[in-house]
């Protein structure tokens, strides 16, 4: 295949027609040209994949198939039928739903009332609710699709919860359901449970339209994908016929190394050690309970789980930007003193570097520029000036060194930090903390919203970091990550550490049930 000419799975229409076809779509934000001539056919009754980097415009596209945006120009057909989407409620009229990355549920609504809310067909709510608990029932049996109706959304997992969302549709009448990064919450035996579910849609006659990064979730349970590039689609493919290899290829424009390469880490003393570690979070709950562990120089220790379970209250209490309730952060053989607003400054000057998970809220001020934010938590270090004065040439030309070796789009420091997509705004906050040689790396999410091409790079610049003699923490809600780049694994769940595996040994599965809160020692004999 050759990866800069796009290729098409079929030249004629499917035996079961067409379920969506776009013709010509554009869409532009100022001098952003979204989407570029586009042009997509999905059959119905299939699982249809879109892939592309970060501001490829899939997203875009989608939703102006949802009716979110309005197409500059170019025609929609649903079942053959041209369609003017003007908005969501127009799009589920027409059959299509989505399932959004963020649930859009109400969290002390029942499972019954979050699945009737805005569907009302009456001015008087229990004949409502009678009427959907009677066809809820019918679509679990025949889409497998079980949750407890009475149960409390706030109450059951995240995997129950997205069922509930494309119950939701199904409901609303959708034949045509659109999922946006579906398994970036989920464990892999719930991301399972959704390949099932999806499969069952398509048997029964559904058409799936799946927008995700990860190229072997693609190769499971797709059975077309369409591959955009820079607002433009530059193929179509069966997928039985592609491989993740040539994805990433026509994604990138050039040939992408998809596995990390790295040496047998050589572990030496222990730069960072947690002693029972007690965290709260905002609301006055527990998050982090009595967690203790080590991080070694010359070694990366992951912490895996699913997002929620106390992971980003760990780290932020660790680089100091929260409280904790007790325990002990020891850095180089020295307690630190964590607590209070200049905390993370007390880190920094110890030698702990922090990548936060949430660049926007902690990691950058997006109005700020780019060479502002190049230095943003160093502005008084030397190599900035002495005293009260900036050395604005110096910071600027830190910035500028930045921009090159992380290759941020575009090269403008002077740019405002907002005006940058969320893929480079994490690539300014990782030159950031990585250029500044420091002993501990604290880092969560690295490669979250970044570029499949950035993400090798990204990886090669951590086992770096690791070969120097760094010690690194790393969180990740991405399992493959987090396999790929530890030497040791840390599964946290419900604010304790279940287990510890060995990345080089220890299977998906076993993780996965250790996220679920079976400790190792069970989750190995299961």
Known sequence: MNPQRPETAAASAPANGWAIELEQINKRFGAVHANKDIDLSIARGTIHGIVGENGAGKSTLMSILYGFYTADSGTIRVNGQVQAITDSSHALSLGIGMVHQHFMLVDNFSVLENIVLGAEDSGFLKPSLDRARKELDRLEQEYDLEVDPD????????????????????????????????????????????????RTLREQGKTVILITHKLREI???????????????????????????????LMVGRRVLLRVEKGEAKPGQTLLEVQNLVVKDDMGITRVKDV???????????????????????????????????????????????????GAARARAAGLAHVPEDRQRMGLVTNFSEWENAILGYQNSPDYGQGPFLDIGAAKK??????????VRPANINLKTSLFSGGNQQKIVLAREMERDPDVLVIGQPTRGVDIGAIEFIHNEIIKMRDE???????????????SLADRIIVMFDGVIVGEADPATATEGELGLMMAGINNKEAATQ
């Open 151 to 198: 149960a409390i959304i706030e109450d059951i997992s995240v995997g129950q919860q997205q069922r509930v969302e494309i119950l939701k549709a199904l409901y609303r009448g959708a034949e045509t359901l659109i999922l946006d990064e579906p398994t970036g919450v989920l464990t892999p035996k719930e991301a399972d449970d959704l390949f099932r579910v999806l």
């Open 219 to 249: 190769m499971a349970i797709t059975d077309t994908v369409s591959v955009m590039r820079q607002g433009q689609m530059v193929a179509t493919v069966k997928t039985s016929e592609t491989s993740p290899e040539q994805l990433a290829e």
């Open 292 to 342: 203790s562990f080590s991080v070694r120089a010359g070694e990366i220790v992951g912490i895996a789980g699913v997002s929620g379970n106390g992971q980003s209250e760990l780290l932020e209490a660790v680089s100091g930007m929260r409280d904790q309730k007790s325990g002990n952060v020891i850095l180089n053989g020295n307690a630190l003193s964590l607590k209070g607003d200049d």
């Open 398 to 407: 830190r910035a500028a060194e930045h921009v090159k070796l992380f290759d």
């Open 469 to 483: 003699g760094k010690a690194i923490l790393l969180v990740s809600v991405e399992l493959d990550e987090i396999r």
